[in-house]
T-cell receptor
């Protein structure tokens, strides 16, 4: 089934640990995004990539890094997790950059203790 | 001020009624507007997009846009229990990044 696959689905992590959330899409979309969703705050953009090889910062990039080595993969890394990074993380993609018509993965629920 | 504001809800409507969801945005240069639906525990899915002032209808859903008032709304006619979800308003800002509101939770009572 075409779409976006995220892993892990859920993870509990000790503060200070490094964590990478994986995201893979098979739709050959150029643009990819990472959002976090927190109660009362909605979806906030962490990082984005408008095409393979380029990335950019969103609204809340601190503490996170991304890479886009190819079209399909867009991993999000927390170098040293803190409790405020407890959230649900959604990876999304769109055929081209600048459209608001996003396709979302199923999400990764991360708890940092 | 958040870039996108939605009426906080929750909104409870009886089955068959009209649910009305409102959204305002701060970036006057925004050109495209979207409504996403998110069922509990699931990911958001796009249900409507609107780019021009006026109404756009798709089945039981109608999106309304007024750029002068910086206002976009979603009407759900003949509401069904399956419409119970959180509805997210999203706006493409001047730098082409999509900004989301916090969402309005709708419950349709059978």
């Amino acid at each position: 089934i075409a779409g976006i696959t995220q892993a892990p689905t859920s993870q509990i992590l000790a503060a200070g640990r490094r964590m990478t959330l994986r995201c893979t899409q098979d739709m050959r979309h150029n643009a990819m995004y990472w959002y976090r969703q927190d109660l009362g705050l909605g979806l906030r953009l962490i990082h984005y990539s408008n095409t393979a090889g380029t990335t950019g910062k969103g609204e809340v990039p601190d503490g996170y890094s991304v890479s886009r080595a190819n079209t399909d993969d867009f991993p999000l890394t927390l170098a040293s997790a803190v409790p405020s990074q407890t959230s649900v993380y959604f990876c999304a993609s769109s055929p081209v950059w600048g459209t608001g018509e996003l396709f979302f993965g199923e999400g990764s629920r991360l708890t940092v203790l | 001020q958040k870039e996108v504001e939605q009426n906080s809800g929750p909104l409870s409507v009886p089955e068959g009624a009209i649910a009305s969801l409102n959204c305002t945005y701060s970036d006057r240069g925004s050109q495209s507007f979207f409504w996403y639906r998110q069922y509990s525990g699931k990911s958001p899915e796009l249900i409507m997009s609107i780019y021009s002032n006026g109404d756009k209808e798709d089945g039981r859903f109608t999106a309304q846009l007024n750029k002068a008032s910086q206002y976009v709304s979603l009407l759900i006619r003949d509401s069904q229990p399956s419409d119970s979800a959180t509805y997210l308003c999203a706006v493409n800002t001047n730098d082409y990044k999509l900004s989301f509101g916090a969402g309005t939770t709708v419950t349709v009572r059978a």
